[in-house]
DNA sequence: ATAAGTTTTTAGTCTTATCTAAAAATAAAA
DNA sequence: TTTTATTTTTAGATAAGACTAAAAACTTAT
């Protein structure tokens, strides 16, 4: 069992490790945990024996690929709370982080891929950072639902989710089609219909068909 | 600040002070939480110190106005949790518990508050428990909104949520006023839409409408 | 009313996660 | 290459929450 605070030092650990690919000082991980080098020195012995760090002495620390594992997750965790909070529950962008922070530590593999599921899998959090998926690969190809994308953004339709011959009549009366560029112009934020423009064309689309279209972003 | 523990100890009190109005006994907390009797007893020095019981040694323990205030938030916080659980994320009855008792935790009462609006102010938990309101008053009169009822249920109209003149002038049109009873015929699954049925008139109202007009239950 | 049994509390220990202060190791400067 | 400065680790302490074992207080039964 993995306690919070073991959760928090992985994160803090996996966020440094960008920047120093060679080992993270235990001073870096202390100033940005706001606790103190010795409270890190502790925590990293435990960490090594939980075999979720590589860390000698005065060398610095990395993630194992098992504790990098439970980072990507903490932070596939922490991303779609923010997300869920913006989007369902009406909070600001600089309310988001400090709750996000607590709801990350809970504990269930289905509250995760359901709120994920809820949420049409964004493939960003609000401040624009990717989501690991459950296994926890980052698209790099940022291939999305149109349902995701905020207002002014634009893509290139790239595939759909849906691919009844009634959706696809759908597509081909309104003009959309692989290739062409989908501009965001309005969210409806009452029923989730999309007002998109296309090659000049302004149009609105229902949620139901936003949620099926993929489109890579620009 | 409270902690998870002492948050715990006090709805294990709140539980017990219905069947033991006189006081609880300390063994009687230890076998509920799976500890032990001098776990218990540290504890409630604790609370009494913090004001949040009434305890004197020997005698057993009751919650204080203010104990009681903070163990009736965070059954509401458990129960609006289950709702949440069951409704938006597919948990089915027996996985809700668990999560939920990790979930109540969380400490924001914005977070609280607009999970409830998201999902209608329910009054009632998956298993037909109460739900407080913010001000932590369970509501006897069954006053609920036409958006939570059940196909085949009535009630009389007792009041709306939004009283915004469009909103009153619609209700005139189509004939909704309080004291009128309401029957919920059908629930279109699609798109939240309502078929109602008043004094032998069946129509069909929105969702958005819906949501606004509170009901006392028959 | 006193002995036996039960419940509750105290006293002392353990673990987790912190901290301070001092010692050891590494890095930088003269 | 020493000396100085910085970083990191150790040692020892603290607080929260839990435990065991023993003492103290209440309850029952004789």
């Known amino acids: 069992m993995i306690t919070f605070s073991e959760e928090n030092y992985l994160k803090a650990i996996y966020h440094h490790s960008k920047d120093y690919p060679n080992g993270v000082s235990t001073n870096a991980i202390a100033k940005s945990m706001c606790t103190k080098a010795s409270s890190v020195t502790d925590m990293l012995k435990k960490l090594s024996e939980k075999k979720l760090v590589n860390y000698k002495k005065y060398q610095g620390v990395l993630l194992t690929k098992q504790g990098e594992k439970k980072a990507v997750n903490l932070i596939r965790r922490h991303r779609l709370w923010e997300v869920f909070l913006l989007e369902k529950l009406n909070f600001t962008w600089d309310e988001v982080h400090e709750v996000a922070e607590e709801l990350e530590h809970i504990k269930s593999e289905?509250?995760?891929?359901?709120?994920?599921?809820?949420?049409?899998?964004p493939k960003k959090d609000p401040h624009g950072d990717p989501i690991p998926d459950k296994d926890g690969n980052f698209t790099k190809d940022i291939k999305v639902l149109l349902?995701?994308?905020?207002?002014?953004?634009?893509?290139?339709?790239v595939g759909v989710n849906d691919t009844s011959t009634d959706f696809l009549k759908y597509l081909n009366k309104q003009n959309i089609a692989i290739?062409?560029?989908?501009?965001?112009?309005?969210?409806?934020?009452?029923?989730g219909s999309i007002l998109i423009k296309i090659e000049d064309n302004q149009f609105y689309i229902s949620h139901q068909i936003a949620k099926n279209l993929f489109l890579q972003l620009q």
């Not at 062409?180 to 969210?187: A, D, G, Q, S």
């Open 110 to 121: 289905k509250l995760i891929n359901e709120l994920d599921r809820l949420l049409d899998f």
């Open 147 to 157: 349902s995701t994308l905020n207002e002014k953004e634009t893509g290139i339709c």
């Open 179 to 191: 290739g062409k560029h989908i501009t965001v112009v309005e969210k409806e934020v009452f029923d």
